[in-house]
């Protein structure tokens, strides 16, 4: 009977000392850090813009100083005190994908990145850090914040941007917050975004884990308008005033759609519980993008729409890779053929072991030819993250590799729900 005592005491404070672990630390507000990533393929550097609080935090409230993904950049947040680590969380930016092209050579540009963290009650250390390809550091900026400081720009307390729960599973502090944002709809267009909102929720969640885990998530539909209908498609010669400023053609790649207008996407969420953010752009032209905890902006009236969209929150939600690839071609650029890759999804094999070795069954052939498929659901199939060679995939097909395959691989959906679990867990 001791002994049972004994476990249950032991289970309680444990469970006491997460709960308490966010208080202790924090307010149940947002510290919103904008930062402008500089510089060119040789140089770069983390500046400061703004600081500012919105009125809740509906991110998570345990695993605080833990990474769930290394993501190509980090952030850490010290007591700044005691030295504690209190907060930490990892993201990927566009401007470090910039830093791979030919124009990063020859061109200095500045990227906009915007940034929620829990808001400290204690004056806190924050340290961002910019990895390169071969997770060597670029550059890293370390300032300190005071939660008093009386120039904290206050958010999120009027003009909030119309919105509706699609979805709502439960409070912000059990579930995933997920907005979804309209771009290139005008004031009058708002019905026709709030029909594909609801396709991209049916869609995400007809795809496992999302399905069986749909009451870990709440989803929001935010009606941000736009002067124009459509989005911006430079190779037409099409210039649109949107809600968010973003086009195609993002580093001369005509389906890449993207916008560098990062704090006016956040400026157009103030005030609404979002953790991760989807923006459905109006336009027919097929294209999209997704970039690891910044946000998925996909085309919302291509027939490709609703595999796009599930394509892109895998990278933006799950971190997930690319499995396709380009025959003859090797692009070390993205990923060394020596360093194994963050994502979960893919492999150089230099260490294989912390990916999904444990899901080979036993006899599986590496690499695994495409011949036998049917016969390894899971193997080590070569091609993958744009690279023909030397870098592996888990599955000949995936939701991750083409628009026509229906589901995640296994692989894929165990990273997923990984992460869902570190979330709401």
Known sequence: MKKYFALALCFLMVMTSRAQNYTENFADKTLRVDYIFTGDASRQSVCLDELSVLPSWAGRRHHLSELPLQGNGQIIMKDLETGNTIYTTSFSSLFQEWLETDEAKTVNKGFENTFLLPYPIRPVEIEITLLNPRKEVRTRLKHIVRPDDVLIHQKGTTHITPHKYLLESGNTDKCIDVAILAEGYTSNEMNIFYQDAAITCESLFSHEPFKSMKDRFNIIAVASPSDDSGVSVPRLGEWKHTAFNSHFSTFYSDRYLTTRRVKSIHDSLAGIPYEHIIILANTEEYGGGGIYNAYTLTTAHHPMFRP???????????????????D??????????????????????????????????????????????????????????????????????????TNEHPTFCPVCQRALQRLIDFYTK
């Open 308 to 326: 796009v969209v599930v394509h892109e929150f895998g990278h933006s939600f799950g971190g997930l890779a690319d499995e396709y690839f380009y």
């Open 328 to 401: 003859d071609d090797v692009m070390t650029d993205t990923y060394p053929l020596n360093v194994e890759p963050w994502e979960q999804n893919i492999s150089t094999r230099m260490d294989f072991a912390s990916k999904w070795e444990d899901m080979l069954v036993k006899g599986t052939p590496v690499p695994t030819p495409v011949s036998e498929q049917a016969k390894y659901p899971v193997g080590v199939y070569e091609g993958g993250g744009y690279s023909s060679k030397g870098i592996f995939r888990p599955a000949d097909n995936c939701r991750m590799r």
